[in-house]
């Protein structure tokens, strides 16, 4: 079993091809994944990977240079 424990699957690059980076994982023996969310944008994003796919799991947390984003919402 091979683990990638950080990934980037919710970053905007990877917008018009994220079916075939993660078949080529898949393809390469990656059984798991860990798709990691530091802001508002790629926790939501990260979150929508782990209901879409259910071999990809979520890392989230407010990078401190992000903080100043955060909100009680």
């Known amino acids: ?6 990934v980037h ?3 905007d ?3 018009k091809d994220l079916e075939d980076v993660i078949q080529r ?3 390469a023996g990656v059984d ?3 798709v990691v969310g530091f802001d508002t ?3 939501e994003r990260a979150m929508q ?3 879409d796919y259910d071999f990809i799991y979520a890392i989230i ?7 100043i984003d955060f909100t009680d919402e």
């Open 49 to 51: 990977l782990i209901e």
């Open 25 to 27: 994982a898949l393809d």
């Open 61 to 67: 947390g407010w990078h401190p240079v992000d903080a």
């Open 9 to 11: 699957l919710n970053a």
């Open 41 to 43: 944008k790629t926790i």
């Open 32 to 34: 798991r994944m860990f």
């Open 13 to 15: 690059q990877y917008d």
């Open 1 to 6: 079993m091979l683990i990638d424990t950080h």
